[in-house]
């Protein structure tokens, strides 16, 4: 097995709205806001190479959207899933499994684009199974108020519409063991319905792909919660619940969100839960 971590672009999102209700006078000092209140954000997907299996963790945003609707997230940046698969000699067709993590735009979006003539929308990974599963897809297609600006239609409809949609199994409790892609799954509430972490072995390590129940080493601390969850207090628990984890069992976690950082490793302290190292991926993998 290989993994290879995949930079898709970044873009910017306000401070506020990433902290929720703590002060920026304390997020600032480890993401540091721009004139517009806005911090700097990644969409780093991540490829496991397993076999005859070529299996991609999210896909970032994607192009598709009109120039209005990216003008509010900043991009900046080399953008797109294409670019980052070809820089370790890999094209779109090659990919035989895309595994969502959730469908907001910013996970999702890469997984489908336009047609030729831009008529109408393909599957990006022509060759690839999708995975997610039945509670989040019901609850993306039918979207609170809250977050339908994140459920995008042209994201989730051309998907199921394919053919190439599975769904994988929900656990009774948080963990499923084993699941049909080779690695375990963490199924987390606080930030959408069932929300999908995979801890992935890897040379002996655990790695784990934190997606929004982690978006940045800033939110280490349990009470940095983003204004974007749905169930904030459900989130602070699942977050305790996974960083215990983490910290007891030497996890290393593989931050989609974090512009700067891209593994770190969390310790136990007297003050509960904080930040450990961090590390390039290649310098430790």
């Known amino acids: 097995m290989t993994l290879y971590p995949l930079n898709v672009g ?36 991540l490829l496991i190479e397993d076999g005859q299996r070529l299996i991609l963790i999210d896909t970032g945003m994607g192009d598709k959207q009109s120039e209005k609707f990216f003008n509010y997230y900043y991009r900046w940046g080399k953008q797109g899933v294409d670019n980052a698969l070809a820089k370790y000699g890999f094209h779109s067709n090659d990919i035989t499994d895309v595994f969502l993590t959730h469908l907001h735009f910013d996970h999702c979006g890469g997984a489908i684009r336009w047609n030729n003539g831009k008529t109408g929308y393909q599957t990006t990974f022509k060759n690839a199974t999708y995975w997610s599963n039945k509670n989040h897809w019901a609850w993306a297609k039918t979207p609170n108020q809250r977050e339908r600006a994140s459920f995008l239609d042209e994201n989730i409809r051309p998907i199921e519409e394919s053919g190439q949609l599975q769904f994988i199994e929900t656990p009774e409790g948080n963990l499923l063991k084993n699941s049909p892609l080779g ?72 931050l989609e969100h974090d512009a700067h950082h891209e593994l770190i490793t969390v310790k136990p302290t007297a003050k509960g839960i904080r930040l450990g190292e961090t590390h390039l991926f290649n310098s430790i993998f």
């Not at 306000?14 to 721009?34: E, L, R, Y």
């Not at 800033?218 to 989130?235: A, K």
């Open 183 to 254: 690695f375990d799954i963490f199924f987390a509430d606080g930030h959408t319905e069932k929300q999908m972490i995979p801890m992935i072995e890897y040379k002996g390590k655990k790695v784990c792909f934190m997606a929004d129940l982690l978006p940045t080493a800033g939110h280490v601390s349990l009470p940095f919660v983003m204004g974007y969850d749905t169930r904030p207090l459900l989130t602070l628990n699942e977050k305790e619940e996974f960083l215990n984890w983490a910290a007891n069992h030497d996890y290393y976690l593989f």
């Open 10 to 45: 970044h873009f910017k999102l306000d401070g506020g709205a990433m902290f929720g209700v703590v002060p920026k006078s304390i997020w600032s000092k480890t993401n540091p806001a721009d004139h517009n209140n806005m911090i700097d954000i990644a969409s780093r997907c």
